[in-house]
Structure formats: C-alpha cells, structure tokens
C-alpha cells in the first residue's frame, strides 16, 4: 500500500509542475516549476530501485540543465515575457494532437502484455552500473566523450562572436 | 533502500515547515506600515530606474555551458571511482585506468580549447 | 504499518537536525563568528548581551522576528519567498549524510544513503537554483547581477569539489560516507589511515590524498561563498548581492542556509579526508567535532587573513587551476592504485 | 494493489504529451527546449522502468537513460546556444519573429 502512495504522490509531483511549464505564461516560473518536475522523476526513479540514476537525475537536471535554462531566460530578457503572449495561435490544433498522440501511446503501452520478468536489480547499483560501463558499454563510455567535446566545442563557437 | 529516500522526501516537507514556521511567526507578530515608498528597490538610495532585467552579456552563459558539460563527466567518472578497486583485484586496473583516462583526456581538449579561445576569459 | 512508524521517526530526526543547524549552525556560527574576527582584530565582539555576549545572536533573532517583511513593487512574490526556503531546506538535506561518529556502538547518522556523496553534491547544485530565483525576483537590478556572479561562481567551483571527491572515493571504493570513513580505520596512533595520509599499502597516496584535500576545501570555501571567494555579498561590490532586497526573516533564511552548507562542508571534510570520527584516545563523536570545529575555525580563521579575489581572478583559478589539478589528481591517484 | 510497469507507462505518455503540448504551442524558443527536455525525461521513466519489471538481470536500461542525461545536457547545451546567437542577431526569442532566411 505505501509504495503506491509514494508513486502517486511522486506522479502528481511530477506531471502537475511539467503542466505549469507548458502552460505558464511568466516564462521565469514556467522554468522554477521545471525543477519539481525533474525532482518528481528522480523520486519515480527510486521507486524503480535506480537510486544512482536519481542521484545523477537530481545533480544533472535539477542542478545543471535547469540553471543553464535559467540563465538563459535571465540573459535573453525572457523575463519580461510576462507582458508577450506566450501561446501561439496553434494553440488548440497542438493541444489535440498533443492529446491524440498520448491517447494512442496510452492504448499501445497499456494493451500490449510486457513480457514481465521477476527479480530485482543489484542493491549496490553504483558498482553495477560503473562495471556495466566498464566492460560491455565500454563503447558508449567513449563515445560520450566524444559527444562532450563536439557538443562544446559546437556551442562556443555559436554563442559566441568571432573577435 | 527505499527507507533512505522516504527520509530525505520527510526532511525535504519538515525542512519547508520548519522553515516557514519563523516566517509565519513574523507574519503574526510584525508590524504592517504600509507606504509605496518602502517597496521601492534599494538603489543605494538612487531613484530606481528602468526594468532590472540584465543587458545581454554573454559571459555568463558561457560558464553556464561549460559547466553543464564538465558537471555530465561525473556521471561516468563517478561508478568508474567506486568500482575501480575492484578491476584492480581482478588484475584489470590497467586496462580501467586506461578507458578512463582517454575520457579525460579527451574532455580535456575540450577544457583546453574553452581555454584556448578565451571562452574562459570574464573580460 | 511500519512505514507509519518510519515516517515518525523521520519527522523526530529531522525536526531533531533541523533545531541542531538552527541553534549550533546558524546562531553559534554567527556568535563565534563575531568573537573570532573580533579576536583576530584584538577586539572584544559582542559581549553586553548574557554572559561574554553569547546570548547575542538569541537577541538578533527576536529582532529578526519583529522586522516587517517587504516585498518590492512589482516583484514575483512567490518566487520571492521559495528561493529562502530552497536554500535553508537544500542546506538542512544536505545534513542527511553525515557521520556523527558511534555511541553505543552504533554509527550515529540520519540515514546512510549508499551514493551518499552523489547525493550530497547534488543537494549542493540545487542551492544555485535558489540563488539565482532569489536574484531574479527581487526585480533590482544589483540583486540580479548579484545573483549572476554568485551562481556563476558557485558553478564554477562544483566541478573541483566533484572531481576531489572522486579520490577518496577511489581509494575506499564506496560512495557511501560511513563506508569512506571505515575505510580510514587504524593506522599509527589511530591517525596514519586518514586519506590526507594516503592508504596504508602505499604511502604515495600521501600526495594525491593532501592535495585532494587542497582542492576540496578550497572548493568548498567558495561554494559558500565566504572569504577569499565572497564577492557577491561584499560590501565593496554590488549593493548586496542577491539578497540586496531581502530583510527580516527572509534574510536570516539565507545566512541559515549558508551557515548550515558551511557547517556541512567542514563536516564532510573531515568525513572524506581526516577520518571521521578515527582519532587516538577520545571516543569518536568527540573527535569528529573537535575536527568540524577545527575546520570552521579555520573557515572564519581565513576570512580575516586573505584578501576578497575579483571576480575573474576567482573563475581564473577555478578553471584555469582547480579543474586540471582535479583531473590530475584523478589519474595519479588511480595509477598509484594500481 | 501493487505498482505495476504500466503505472510508470502511463505517468512517461503523459509527461511525453505535455512535453509534445509544450513543444507546438509555444513561443518562445527556450520553452521549446523545456518542452523536449520533458519529453526526454518521459523516455528515461520508460527505460528504467523496463529495466526493472522487464529485464531486471542487466542494467542496460540504467546506462541508455544515463547517455540519454549526457545528450538531453549536450542538447541542451548546444540549443541554448544557438538561442543566444539567434538573440544576439534578431534581438528576439520568439520563434515566429525568426522567419527571416539571411542574417
């Protein structure tokens, strides 16, 4: 019984804060509002015993996406986004396409029968997932390397002027 | 598991009461003198003016960025340090340390090039 | 139901850490605080108020109580009272981890999470939210900025304190802070084992080990913002930095917040590096807070010594310094292991 | 009764719908980014949670979620920056200004 309050107090925590960035009209708080939401899906993580993808979940998207967001907002004078209409006039054809595609995805995922497995994940999971990276992803451990730099060295030269 | 994380859920909401509780008692106990001048902003006395949105500067983003993706190299550094002793018992530590410090190394081009073009510059 | 009699518990400890971070982190912090600087400057501090000034800071608070709470003209009222209490609650969980050191034989320690460091820095990264919300709604054009150079700041120095935690959690193999400080178990006179003396098969680890303890609390010093790294809120800079705008409560909120991260970062300090609660001949919770209150010291020690780094000084050596040392660090360390 | 894997399905389509809602109705360029960084966020919940109801045995599901943080960041990263350029030239953010092929 506990667990399924815990995963719908997390679930409400985490899709009512993303209605209010979709939705809100004072851009600052669409972005504060970001930040339960990304706490509400670390919380469903631990619920799916993925403590070490929470911790990074946390660190990551609360504690660096979200401040990137936030700067940015502040920088480009969003904050006075208040006084433009956020919405544009596509505003219900997106919302029914929107609620069409959640609908299907809703019938698809529910419907089909998961070929559900019993067992639990390993306890200490940090290990698990630092061997896991260490030996069989060991590709995709290098690659994000790769994608790293690319990615910075990408964004400075668009941000920034060429002197 | 679980347990650990139901106490920090618990402190977080004790944490937001027991924090507000001073701020619901300055609302009981302290005085309203309500005029516009006192919520005026504090200009070090200057007549405040204008809209207190930032002018646009770059600098402050750029950092942002570069830290966004040195903060992501800890998702792999981090189970790498935990399960290092391990591949060091099983004899593989050298092959480990290798994989690990190419990652570095490459993100360290990255540093250096951050570096390089000034993008580490606060002028 | 157990989990009812779990969340009791919870609420005790956390109403328990809270009461212990407000009176033991924010008060006597503020009251040693003023007696040392005043020391340092051979002169008195507060002394009027209760015996050698030490109710001083109980004064201040009840006058804190009384103090109306403003709120600018057209600013973000709700942002602006959530970024204090982010702060104050980030600063309480980041409480949760800490190690007291054993009474009875059992560990004292709120819940041991096992990617408690993870954790820890995460707490950390998300009082940058609230300082920068805090800026942003005071709708003052030097609280902004103040906001912008002090996330920016913060930002920056996040990477050296990750990365000089990678080491001892290298050495100890756990992210686990009961699990590091075990690890530190032993050794000459109950000291040797401590990682600021490397581990015990190989004493090379002494100068990673010292360094890593360098980088980690010269990170930590500027992740809350105190001399030489408090630019933001220095009387010499912006009006007062992101919390220009706050008065009252609101601002006693902040200094909790900062207060509690400070107490927080001595804490983890001798957790990580000077071995917990492992000392010669004292039991253990004495040791550990003889050594937090040595590195408190050491934090109010320093603000009177060094002088207030400019801003691009501050990134310069961040960027420039702590983040290729910590790299290095990262390597040698994990070759010397080898 | 307890939480099963279409719990969890269920909570990653809604969060994918507001996210996709965000996405066609916006305006400005950064609530677009909001917008797939909740979409994103939606597919992490699905991976981890076939991870641990559908194939427990290894933590595939826990290493494509966490490269899915490192893109959803470098995304972020990189889109953020073309925002800054695009404001720095056109002095706007609001998508619909930008229709303007030369700079």
Same mark, same amino acid.
């Given at each position: 019984?506990?667990?399924?309050?815990?995963?719908?107090?997390? !679930?409400?925590?985490?899709?009512?804060?993303?209605?209010? #960035?979709?939705?809100?009209?004072?851009?600052?708080?669409?972005?504060?509002? &970001? #930040?339960?939401?990304?706490?509400?899906?670390?919380?469903?993580?631990? &619920?799916?015993?993925?403590?070490? #993808?929470?911790?990074?979940?946390? &660190?990551?998207?609360?504690?660096?996406?979200?401040?990137?967001?936030?700067?940015?907002?502040?920088?480009?004078?969003?904050?006075?986004?208040?006084? #433009?209409?956020?919405?544009?006039?596509?505003?219900?054809?997106?919302?029914?396409?929107?609620?069409?595609?959640? !609908?299907?995805?809703?019938?698809?995922?529910?419907?089909?029968?998961?070929?559900?497995?019993?067992?639990?994940?390993?306890?200490?999971?940090?290990?698990?997932?630092?061997?896991?990276?260490?030996?069989?992803?060991?590709?995709?451990?290098?690659?994000?390397?790769?994608?790293?730099?690319?990615?910075?060295?990408?964004?400075?030269?668009?941000?920034?002027?060429?002197? | 598991?679980?347990?650990?994380?139901?106490?920090?859920?618990?402190f977080a909401v004790v944490g937001v009461v027991m924090a507000g509780l001073p701020l619901a008692l300055v609302w009981a106990l302290a005085p309203r003198a309500e005029y516009p001048q006192k919520h005026l902003t504090y200009e070090s006395g200057?007549?405040?003016?204008?809209?207190?949105?930032?002018?646009?500067?770059?600098?402050?983003?750029?950092?942002?960025? $570069?830290?966004?993706?040195?903060?992501?190299?800890?998702?792999?550094?981090?189970?790498?340090? $935990?399960?290092?002793?391990?591949?060091?018992?099983?004899?593989?530590?050298?092959?480990?340390?290798?994989?690990?410090?190419?990652?570095?190394?490459?993100?360290?081009?990255?540093?250096?090039?951050?570096?390089?073009?000034?993008?580490?510059?606060?002028? | 139901?157990?989990? @009812?009699?779990?969340?009791?518990?919870?609420?005790?400890?956390a109403v328990a850490v809270f009461t212990f971070l407000a009176l033991v982190g924010a008060m006597l912090g503020v009251y040693l605080e003023r007696k040392i600087s005043g020391?340092?400057?051979?002169r008195l501090g507060p002394k009027h108020v209760g015996p050698q000034g030490i109710l001083q800071t109980v004064a201040d608070t009840v006058k804190l109580l009384q103090k109306e709470n403003i709120v600018p003209t057209?600013a973000d009222a709700i942002t602006f009272n959530v970024a204090p209490l982010m702060a104050a609650v980030a600063g309480l969980l980041a409480w949760?981890?800490?190690?007291?050191?054993?009474?009875?034989?059992?560990?004292?320690?709120?819940?041991?999470?096992?990617?408690?460091? @993870?954790?820890?820095?995460? *707490?950390?990264?998300l009082i940058?939210i609230a300082i920068l919300l805090g800026g942003w709604s005071s709708n003052n054009?030097y609280a902004l900025?103040g906001g912008?150079?002090s996330?920016?700041?913060?930002?920056?120095?996040?990477?050296?304190?990750?990365?000089?935690?990678?080491?001892?959690? *290298?050495?100890?193999?756990?992210?686990?802070?009961?699990?590091?400080?075990?690890?530190?178990?032993? %050794?000459?006179?109950?000291?040797?084992?401590?990682?600021?003396? %490397?581990?015990?098969?190989?004493?090379?680890?002494?100068?990673?080990?010292?360094?890593?303890?360098?980088?980690?609390?010269?990170?930590?010093?500027?992740?809350v913002n105190r001399v030489?790294?408090d630019?933001p809120e220095a009387e010499?800079e912006l009006v007062a930095g992101y919390f220009s705008e706050y008065t009252g409560m609101r601002f006693a909120l902040f200094q909790l917040g900062e207060y509690a991260e400070a107490f927080a *970062?001595?804490?983890?300090?001798?957790?990580?590096?000077?071995?917990?609660?492992?000392?010669?001949? @004292?039991?253990?919770?004495?040791?550990?807070?003889?050594? *937090?209150?040595?590195?408190v010291?050491?934090l109010m020690?320093?603000r009177?010594?060094?002088?207030?780094?400019?801003?691009?000084?501050?990134?310069?050596?961040?960027?420039?310094?702590?983040?290729?040392? %910590?790299?290095?660090?990262?390597?040698?360390?994990?070759?010397?292991?080898? | 009764?307890?939480?099963?894997?279409?719990?969890?399905? =269920?909570?990653?389509?809604?969060?994918?719908?507001?996210?996709?809602?965000?996405?066609?109705?916006?305006?400005?360029? /950064?609530?677009?980014?909001?917008?797939?960084?909740?979409?994103?966020?939606?597919?992490?919940?699905?991976?981890?949670?076939?991870?641990?109801?559908?194939?427990?045995?290894?933590?595939?599901?826990?290493?494509?979620?966490?490269?899915?943080?490192?893109?959803? =960041?470098? +995304?972020?990263?990189?889109?953020?920056?073309?925002?800054?350029?695009?404001?720095?030239?056109? +002095?706007?953010?609001? /998508?619909?200004?930008?229709? /303007?092929?030369?700079?």
């Amino acid at each position: 019984m506990g667990e399924l309050g815990a995963f719908i107090i997390l !679930a409400l925590v985490t899709l009512l804060p993303a209605a209010a #960035v979709v939705t809100s009209r004072n851009l600052v708080r669409a972005a504060m509002s &970001l #930040v339960p939401s990304f706490l509400g899906v670390a919380g469903l993580f631990v &619920l799916l015993q993925a403590e070490f #993808v929470a911790g990074i979940q946390i &660190l990551i998207y609360a504690g660096a996406i979200a401040v990137l967001i936030l700067f940015v907002i502040m920088l480009t004078a969003g904050g006075t986004g208040t006084a #433009v209409r956020q919405a544009n006039e596509q505003r219900v054809v997106g919302g029914l396409a929107a609620a069409a595609l959640t !609908a299907a995805l809703l019938a698809l995922l529910l419907r089909t029968a998961w070929p559900l497995a019993a067992g639990s994940l390993p306890r200490a999971n940090v290990a698990a997932v630092g061997s896991a990276f260490l030996t069989t992803f060991v590709l995709a451990f290098e690659i994000s390397s790769v994608v790293l730099l690319v990615s910075l060295v990408g964004a400075l030269v668009i941000a920034r002027r060429e002197r | 598991m679980l347990l650990d994380w139901l106490y920090v859920a618990v402190f977080a909401v004790v944490g937001v009461v027991m924090a507000g509780l001073p701020l619901a008692l300055v609302w009981a106990l302290a005085p309203r003198a309500e005029y516009p001048q006192k919520h005026l902003t504090y200009e070090s006395g200057v007549v405040p003016f204008g809209q207190a949105w930032a002018q646009f500067n770059i600098r402050y983003y750029l950092f942002a960025l $570069v830290f966004v993706l040195f903060e992501v190299e800890v998702i792999y550094l981090f189970p790498w340090a $935990v399960v290092f002793r391990d591949f060091i018992t099983q004899r593989l530590g050298g092959f480990v340390l290798a994989e690990a410090a190419l990652f570095i190394v490459i993100l360290g081009m990255g540093l250096l090039y951050a570096w390089r073009k000034g993008a580490l510059e606060w002028v | 139901m157990s989990w @009812l009699w779990e969340i009791f518990k919870a609420t005790l400890a956390a109403v328990a850490v809270f009461t212990f971070l407000a009176l033991v982190g924010a008060m006597l912090g503020v009251y040693l605080e003023r007696k040392i600087s005043g020391w340092i400057q051979s002169r008195l501090g507060p002394k009027h108020v209760g015996p050698q000034g030490i109710l001083q800071t109980v004064a201040d608070t009840v006058k804190l109580l009384q103090k109306e709470n403003i709120v600018p003209t057209n600013a973000d009222a709700i942002t602006f009272n959530v970024a204090p209490l982010m702060a104050a609650v980030a600063g309480l969980l980041a409480w949760i981890i800490i190690p007291f050191g054993p009474i009875f034989g059992r560990v004292v320690i709120v819940r041991d999470i096992n990617i408690g460091l @993870l954790f820890f820095i995460a *707490m950390a990264s998300l009082i940058v939210i609230a300082i920068l919300l805090g800026g942003w709604s005071s709708n003052n054009k030097y609280a902004l900025l103040g906001g912008f150079r002090s996330a920016s700041q913060m930002i920056s120095y996040e990477i050296p304190l990750a990365l000089a935690v990678l080491v001892p959690v *290298m050495m100890a193999g756990t992210l686990s802070t009961v699990g590091i400080v075990e690890a530190q178990r032993g %050794g000459w006179l109950g000291i040797g084992n401590w990682f600021i003396f %490397g581990l015990p098969g190989n004493r090379w680890l002494l100068i990673p080990g010292a360094l890593a303890f360098l980088v980690f609390f010269t990170a930590a010093t500027a992740e809350v913002n105190r001399v030489p790294f408090d630019l933001p809120e220095a009387e010499s800079e912006l009006v007062a930095g992101y919390f220009s705008e706050y008065t009252g409560m609101r601002f006693a909120l902040f200094q909790l917040g900062e207060y509690a991260e400070a107490f927080a *970062m001595a804490a983890l300090t001798t957790v990580l590096f000077l071995g917990g609660w492992h000392g010669p001949l @004292l039991p253990g919770v004495v040791w550990f807070f003889t050594k *937090m209150f040595a590195l408190v010291f050491v934090l109010m020690w320093v603000r009177w010594t060094y002088p207030r780094l400019r801003l691009d000084q501050l990134l310069h050596l961040s960027w420039k310094g702590l983040v290729p040392l %910590g790299f290095v660090l990262v390597l040698v360390t994990g070759w010397l292991l080898i | 009764m307890t939480v099963g894997v279409n719990h969890y399905l =269920a909570v990653s389509a809604l969060l994918f719908g507001l996210g996709l809602y965000g996405i066609l109705t916006r305006r400005n360029a /950064v609530a677009i980014l909001m917008g797939i960084e909740l979409m994103l966020n939606a597919t992490n919940i699905n991976l981890v949670a076939f991870n641990r109801y559908v194939a427990p045995g290894a933590l595939a599901g826990h290493v494509f979620a966490l490269v899915i943080i490192t893109l959803a =960041a470098c +995304e972020a990263a990189v889109g953020l920056a073309l925002v800054m350029a695009v404001y720095r030239n056109l +002095e706007t953010v609001h /998508v619909d200004e930008i229709n /303007v092929l030369k700079w």
